[in-house]
């Protein structure tokens, strides 16, 4: 089955900046989209961004972090890169890889159902 294997995070003051990696593997076609949600304690899971397969691919990204984060992969190789950081992004973070054989992400936009495959989590924690 898909293995997503999810590094970075940590603690950063206000205003800081951080980057996140997930790496897939076994995965049983090529190209698929891949995406960050988070969640932090007492919330529900939201999506942060996602981006699809290619050189063309597109991302998209909520309208909370809209402008400070940067979505972007390498093949299999997932990366989201955090700027000015707010106590309000902490939370844990989740890779995910949709498992169908869409190379582009599938509508609607970070949608969770459409992602069959999620990483172990790592935590962001952001300090005022």
Not at 17 to 23: F, I, N, Q, R
Not at 26 to 54: D, L, S, W
Request: aromatic share 10%; glycine share 12%; proline share 4%.
């Amino acid at each position: 089955q898909t293995h997503l294997e999810e590094s970075g995070g940590g603690s950063v003051r206000t205003g800081g900046s951080l980057k996140l990696s997930c790496t897939a593997s076994n995965y049983f076609h090529t190209g698929f989209c891949m995406a960050y949600f988070r969640q932090a304690p007492g919330k529900k899971r939201e999506g942060v961004a996602q981006i699809g397969a290619g050189d063309g691919a597109s991302p998209f990204y909520a309208d909370s972090v809209k402008g400070r984060f940067t979505i972007s992969r390498d093949n299999d190789v997932l990366s989201l890169v955090m700027n000015n950081l707010t106590p309000e992004d902490t939370a844990m973070y989740y890779c995910a890889a949709d498992l169908s054989a869409s190379v582009e992400c599938r509508w609607p936009p970070l949608d969770d159902y459409n992602f069959g495959a999620w990483g172990q989590g790592t935590q962001v924690s952001i300090s005022s």
